[in-house]
C-alpha cells in the first residue's frame, strides 16, 4: 500500500468497519483487519454494479452490498454516485432475476436520511415501485413495493405518489388507486395488509377538500365491500 492511499483503507473487526461506537466491543485475541474503507467500497460496488450485464453477477454484486448497506457512509457514498438510479436501471433491464435483490438494496437505502432523500425524490423510482402494485406481479414484489410506497408518502413524497397514481389511471383509463384495490383480493394476508396501509395512509396525506371525494371513489371502486369481508381490519378515515 502507498502512504498517499491511507484514506482509502480503514480497521475492520469481523468484516465488519471499526467505528467509534464499535471500538468497545474488541476482545483480547481478536484479529482486526487493514481493508478498504466504506466510501472507496461504495465508490467500488458502483463501478462494478454498473459494469455488469451478466444477471447472475449483477445479483451477486447487490447480494454483496446488503451488510455494507447498514451503514450511513456507504450508503451517503453510493447515492451520491447515481446508486439508486443504477439499480433501478439494473431492475428494469433484468427484472425477473435481480428485482428482489433491487429492492433490498432500495429499502437498506431509506434507513438513512441521505438514501431516503434520493428516493423520496425520484420520479422514476417511485412509477417503478408503484406500477409493480398489480396483481400480475409476483406477491412477494407487490408486497415490498405497496410497504415502501407507504414509507415514501410519509417523507415528503405523497404529491409524488398521487400525482403518478392520476397519471397510470388516465393512460389506463382507470380510476386512481385502482391496482391497490385489486390486490386487497390477492388472497395473501401481508399484501393484503400492506394494501390497506397504504391506501389509509394516502387518506391521511391527503388535504381536508380532496379527502372525501376520495373516500366516495374508493367505496365507489369496492372498498367498503372488502372491508366487510375482512372484517378484522378497521381503519380510521
Excluded at 52 to 79: A, H
Excluded at 193 to 204: E, Q
Aim: hydrophobic fraction near 45%.
Amino acid at each position: 500500500m502507498k502512504v498517499t492511499d491511507y484514506d482509502t483503507y480503514s480497521l475492520f473487526l469481523d468484516d465488519l468497519p471499526l467505528t467509534n461506537n464499535t471500538l468497545n466491543q474488541i476482545k483480547v485475541n481478536d484479529k482486526l483487519k487493514f481493508s478498504h474503507s466504506l466510501d472507496f467500497l461504495a465508490r467500488n460496488s458502483f463501478d462494478h454494479l454498473k459494469k455488469e450485464t451478466n444477471p447472475e453477477n449483477i445479483k451477486k454484486v447487490l447480494f454483496d452490498m446488503r451488510q455494507k448497506m447498514t451503514y450511513g457512509v456507504f450508503v451517503q457514498q453510493f447515492s451520491e454516485l447515481g446508486g439508486i438510479d443504477l439499480v433501478l436501471d439494473k431492475i428494469l433491464k433484468y427484472e425477473v432475476n435481480i428485482e428482489s435483490y433491487g429492492l433490498s438494496v432500495i429499502r437498506n437505502a431509506m434507513s438513512f436520511n441521505c438514501g431516503m432523500q434520493q428516493v423520496v425524490s425520484n420520479e422514476n423510482v417511485i412509477k417503478y415501485l408503484f406500477n409493480r402494485i398489480d396483481r400480475r406481479v409476483v406477491v412477494n414484489i407487490c408486497r415490498q413495493a405497496l410497504e415502501l410506497l407507504f414509507v415514501i408518502i410519509h417523507y415528503g413524497g405523497y404529491a409524488m405518489v398521487w400525482s403518478i397514481a392520476k397519471e397510470r389511471a388516465a393512460e389506463r383509463k382507470e380510476a386512481p388507486l385502482f391496482n391497490i384495490i385489486e390486490v386487497l383480493g390477492s388472497g395473501d394476508i401481508q399484501t393484503v395488509v400492506n394494501a390497506f396501509t397504504l391506501i389509509y395512509g394516502i387518506l391521511k396525506q391527503t388535504p381536508q377538500p380532496k379527502k372525501y371525494k376520495m373516500m366516495v371513489r374508493l367505496k365507489y371502486m369496492g372498498l367498503n365491500v372488502l372491508l366487510n369481508f375482512n372484517s378484522f381490519f378497521t381503519i380510521y378515515f
